[in-house]
């Protein structure tokens, strides 16, 4: 099937940086759009980022102008870079993708979460 694997993340300081990179594999014939959520403890899953094929981006206005989201079609992979991190951006994130497969199955695939701690 596919497989996306997220790295990146930790912790960092109030306006500090981190990046993350979700990297998809297997059995893809087709990607569409990719997205970046997140979520923080007693919070539903948030929308953050979202980017289609031909990279035009969508970013949440909790994030705009901090955090930029990319995609690299070749290496199948997006990225997220978070810029002037505040404690409230603390949360799992979790990367997505809308795949089609050799098999022609329709499906958003999803990685495991990174967790991203921003302290004061």
């Known amino acids: 099937q596919v497989h996306l694997v997220l790295s990146g993340g930790g912790s960092v300081q109030a306006g500090g940086s981190l990046s993350l990179s979700c990297a998809a594999s297997?059995?893809?014939?087709?990607?569409?759009?990719m997205y970046w959520f997140r979520q923080a403890p007693g919070v539903r899953r948030e929308l953050v980022a979202s980017?289609?094929?031909?990279?035009?981006?969508n970013h949440a206005d909790s994030v705009k102008g901090r955090f930029t989201i990319s995609r690299d079609n070749v290496k199948k992979t997006i990225y997220l870079q978070m810029n002037s991190l505040k404690p409230e951006d603390t949360a799992d994130y979790y990367c997505a993708a809308d795949v089609v497969t050799t098999d022609q199955a329709r499906y958003t695939a999803w990685g495991e979460g990174a967790q991203v701690t921003v302290s004061t």
């Open positions: 297997g059995k893809i014939f087709s990607i569409g759009n």
């Open positions: 980017v289609t094929s031909s990279g035009s981006t």
